[in-house]
């Protein structure tokens, strides 16, 4: 999704916008722009379409100077994506140039209003309208930016994250948010003096300061050069700006070496699984520490029902953790598409426990969801990674995945780090609620934290996938098949195949199969087994038979050593043997790679797959 990006400093605002940008290119964007004032006063604004790069080339030749300034990577939502509607968008004054993540809802409205008053509009943006109005405000009621931006977002409708420079007033910066994300960072340049700098995420702003302020909703900001940093809410009540200190590191936003950053996570997984579980998963004492459910026992324990609200990886997660909690903790677990969820009038009852999965913790349906949950007066637990994050701060409490900050678009140390911490949700669930004999909670507990260094052994034990990848680069679709744990991991597979690669990828149960898709089977057709020497072997045996004799081309994830499903498939990947109930965290891994190397053969962008954004913060 759109990304912004701001400066103001001691130093040329230029080079520090467009690396930025650059760091939030992982979230998805199609168009790009930059605006800035230079010495002379003059509020210059550069856009073009396609990747930041080609802004860069636009620049290379123009005015951009200035120590101060805002940028902006745009994912079209109101208008297709070309330069008249990227942003930063300028009012009809030219004293005022805008960026804007989010969706104002009643711009047509607005925008009506503003054409009666004169005003006119060169773009097909909601985001125009917004800088209109700004300045209209502004003129009518003869006050500063700061008050005119507070006015003007009392008779706006929707979700946004804006910053604002004003060409007559060089030294000062103003931004404001309402269910997005904004980050304010709070440096020292060389002589000493403060500087600023804005980010719609901490990224940009990690390799200048450690120091941040994340913009809570409805508050609006202005910095000013003296190194002031006013932050008020709607109702003009100032607020005392929260600092915290940043805990990502610059390397963690790097590729270190590797190709792409999805194929960077994916390695790094038994790393940050480690760290997922440190300090909760206790093999010596056999135990499990959640410091987000201590507090909250009760509510876990006389829960009669947990709903998990998620939307596309964080969903697959989410049906794992179904499976493991109902059989861990004895608890009936519903999974939801957030998105379907906010709209219906979900029965939910008090003692009920509404978990949002999100690894952004800004999925707008997601945190849609939890707020109609709230409503409806359950209590809320969030489990995310981005820390701050505005899931993990509109929930009671939660528990982050510590997984580190994941870059490609595509979800996939996540995603691990999302079902290992759903496990940790369950086993201490089934602590407190005494549903597993101590045999059995401790057999887990050792398993579990067995779990990284397995997922090494797979990473290790499959690098022919690259090769093997190659051969399936003409395909048109796949099938992945699982039954039990292992459905999840079938669609997360598919999921993975589908938006880097663009192949079309269906996901099934496996039994599933016999009540329509195989319909679809011929020899052209790839379908993927999940089948460890676990759960439904004998089951799923019988499946890829099924698939054989229509001549469907057979890839199967097995157990290290079986012979039986290797020996009828055109080609195997090898897991560690594991409980059924985490086969999914080393299962996912052969599909994450199998993916990868598929779409890189096929030369796709797989950090930055066509269409698709990291954080989806509008619906
Ligand atoms: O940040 P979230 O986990 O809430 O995001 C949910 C989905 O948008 C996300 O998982 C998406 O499906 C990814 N592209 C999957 O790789």
């Known amino acids: 999704m759109c990304g912004i990006v701001g400066y103001m400093g001691g130093q040329d605002a230029y080079p520090i916008l467009v690396r930025g940008l650059h760091r939030l290119e992982y979230r998805g964007y199609d168009s790009a722009g930059v605006s800035l004032i230079n010495q002379a006063g003059n509020l210059n604004v550069y ?35 070309n330069t008249v509607n990227a942003h930063p968008h300028l009012s009809q004054s030219g004293n005022l140039s805008l960026v804007h993540n989010g969706i104002i809802e009643n711009y047509k409205t607005l925008r009506a209003m503003l054409e009666g008053k004169g005003y006119s509009f060169c773009s097909d943006t909601d985001t125009e309208v917004l800088v209109q109005l700004i300045d209209y405000t502004q003129a009518t009621s003869r006050c500063d930016l700061f008050t005119a931006v507070q006015r003007a977002l009392k008779s706006v409708v929707g979700a946004y994250a804006i910053a604002l420079l004003e060409r007559s007033h060089p030294d000062r910066l103003v931004c404001a948010r309402k269910g997005s994300p904004l980050v304010i960072g709070v440096g020292t340049d060389a002589r000493g003096n403060k500087e600023f700098f804005l980010g719609s995420d901490a990224t940009p702003i990690v390799e200048y300061t450690n120091q941040v302020v994340y913009l809570k909703d409805e508050e609006i900001a202005c910095m000013d050069r003296s190194g002031q940093l006013d932050i008020v809410n709607m109702d003009d009540v100032h607020q005392t700006p929260e600092m915290i200190t940043l805990q990502m590191s610059l390397d963690e936003l790097e590729k270190g070496g590797y190709p792409h950053f999805m194929l960077k996570e994916i390695w790094e997984q038994p790393a ?97 969801a939890i707020q109609l949950a709230e409503r409806k007066g359950a209590f809320l637990y969030g489990i995310c990674n981005v820390i701050g994050s505005s899931i993990a701060r509109a929930t009671h409490s939660g528990t982050y995945l510590h997984v580190g900050p994941e870059i490609g678009v595509a979800s996939t140390k996540a995603f691990t780090g999302q079902v290992i911490t759903l496990c940790l949700l369950g086993l201490a669930i089934a602590k407190e609620k005494h549903t597993l004999s101590d045999e059995m909670f401790h057999m887990l507990v050792d398993e579990l934290y067995q779990i990284p260094d397995k997922m090494q052994w797979t990473l290790e034990n499959n690098k022919d996938i690259d090769k093997f990848a190659q051969m399936f680069t003409y395909c048109r679709n796949f099938i992945f098949l699982g039954r039990g744990y292992n459905y999840p991991v079938a669609l997360e597979g598919a999921l993975k195949l589908k938006e880097i690669s663009y192949i079309h990828a269906e996901g099934y149960p496996a039994a599933e199969m016999k009540h329509g898709p195989i319909a679809l089977v011929d020899e052209e057709m790839p379908v993927v087994f999940i089948a460890p020497r676990r759960g439904m072997y004998d089951k799923v045996v019988s499946n890829i038979q099924e698939i054989k004799s229509r001549k469907g081309k057979i890839i199967s994830v097995v157990t290290e050593g079986d012979t039986t499903v290797a020996g009828m498939s055109d080609h195997t990947f090898v897991i560690p043997d594991t409980r059924d109930c985490f086969v999914p965290l080393l299962a996912a891994i052969p599909l994450q790679l199998l993916a990868y190397y598929v779409a890189t053969a096929k030369g796709r962008n797989v950090d930055q797959p066509r269409n698709l954004a990291k954080s989806v913060t509008v619906e």
Do not use: M
């Open 272 to 368: 940050a699984l480690r760290t997922c579980i440190k300090g909760r998963l206790h093999p010596a004492s056999k135990d499990v520490v959640l410091s987000g459910i201590i507090d909250h026992k009760d509510k876990f324990v006389k829960a009669r029902r947990i709903i998990i609200c998620a939307c596309g990886t964080s969903w697959h997660s989410a049906l794992i953790g179904k499976y493991f909690i109902e059989e861990a903790a004895q608890v009936p677990v519903e999974v939801e598409y957030a998105s379907e969820f906010r709209y219906r009038n979900p029965v939910i009852y008090p003692d009920d426990v509404v978990v949002a999965v999100s690894q952004s913790g800004e999925t707008a349906d997601t945190l849609a």
């Open 47 to 81: 856009k073009a379409t396609g990747k930041v790069d080609a802004l860069e080339e636009k620049c290379r030749e123009a005015d951009t100077t200035g120590t101060i300034g805002i940028a902006h990577t745009r994912w079209a939502t109101h208008g297709e994506p």
